[in-house]
């Protein structure tokens, strides 16, 4: 009978955020196909509920949404495709970002990526390769070949704009640019990580309980 | 007899060096992802003939300085080298920062995610405010 071995199909989600107020629900975390009359009831599982001490990450794992699952439905088939976890990032309320720090970390990046270069020029001996240069194409001696140096400076400009792609802004191009890339790259690593360090908070707790129930017993 | 072997074992340290530091180049090249980048703005998956303009760039310059060419053009080309290499070392510079993470943990830890390009824009200007700044004032100081 259908009825008594329902199959729920369960792809989690990788990850999401959600407020810090609101319990955590399995239809938060996860596609569900499962038959109607369970449907409701199994969208609206509490999966957790985050607390103080939870910081800024939840990992829901598969294994904590079957023990739930279990636990009304006995005796469901479980398909589960896609991750194993979801990571739920907590949001405190957003704050608006704050003008003078950004003002701040203006002057900050302006000031020292016009120190960086200096440093560069220094490093590189970059005013004599541009005398030389200049002798090169010219044939002049120049200590300050400023026909050559400004295009230069403005080239730095324009070579950074060309690189971050800001110029030509061609969105039906879906090639992301750097700027994307190197965004989702890390925020694919910051969770990774949040993945391995959750797990081994869990296997912490995990562990305590066993040895405090080992305690019990005498 | 003995010139001849100092000349030759000269020629080896040369072609040592040179093999040394012309690896280090592309390797330095190819950690920042430079040709990839303007390949993909070109519109183009053929790399290669930007790989063969990267090392005909390094070897007639090498030349050219080596033998102290001087090509006596009008003056104005001057800055139209001078672009070009401006916009080679702005894009190293922005590679740079790719590499180094800098907006990502800027965006992350202050909260300033909707304001990323004008970080970016804070970063190019500085650049080229500190360049200008070397050139025009900074290094005439020295004398």
Redesign the interface.
């Known amino acids: 009978m259908s009825d008594r071995a329902p199959t729920v199909y369960i792809r989690l989600r990788k990850r999401v955020k959600r407020s810090r107020s609101e319990p955590i629900l399995l239809k938060h975390v996860a596609q569900i196909i499962v038959d109607p009359p369970w449907e409701e009831k199994l969208r609206n599982l509490e999966l957790a509920r985050p607390q103080k001490k939870d910081g800024n990450y939840v990992l829901i794992d598969m294994m904590q949404i079957v023990g739930k699952l279990k636990q009304i439905m006995p005796h469901a088939t479980i398909e589960h495709f896609g991750e194993p976890h979801t990571i739920v990032e907590l949001q405190t309320q957003a ?1 608006p ?2 003008v003078m ?2 003002v701040l ?3 900050l ?10 440093n ?2 220094t490093d590189v001996s970059m ?1 004599l390769v ?1 005398q ?9 001696r120049d200590e ?23 110029l030509f802004r061609k969105k039906f191009n879906e ?1 992301p640019n ?2 994307e890339v ?2 989702f790259m ?2 694919e690593s ?1 969770h990774q990580y949040v993945v391995t360090d959750e797990y081994e908070k869990m296997q912490k707790q995990d562990g305590q309980r066993l040895d405090e129930s080992r305690r019990d017993r005498p | 007899m003995k010139d001849l072997l100092l000349q030759s074992l000269s020629a080896l340290i040369g072609l040592s060096g040179g093999l040394a530091v012309g690896s280090g180049f592309v390797a330095f090249i190819t950690v920042l992802d430079l040709i990839p980048r303007l390949a993909q703005i070109a519109g183009t998956r053929r790399t290669a003939s930007f790989e063969a303009a990267v090392v005909a760039g390094v070897l007639f310059f090498t030349m050219a300085d080596f033998w102290q060419a001087e090509f006596g053009f009008f003056i104005a080309s001057a800055s139209a080298v001078g672009l070009f290499c401006g916009v080679f070392v702005g894009m190293l510079a922005a590679a740079l920062t790719e590499v180094l993470n800098v907006f990502p943990i800027l965006a992350k830890r202050l909260g300033l995610h909707g304001f990323i390009h004008w970080l970016l824009m804070a970063m190019v200007l500085g650049k080229i405010a500190g360049s200008l700044f070397d050139w025009l004032v900074f290094q005439q100081w020295k004398e």
């Open positions: 704050r970002a704050n720090l950004l970390v203006w002057i990046l302006f000031v020292g990526s016009g120190m960086a270069i200096m560069f020029h005013p541009h030389k240069l200049y002798r090169m194409i010219t044939g002049i300050h070949p400023l026909v050559l140096q400004i295009p230069y400076s403005l080239g730095i400009g324009a070579g950074m704009i060309l690189f971050f792609n800001r090639e750097p700027l190197e965004m890390y925020e910051v």
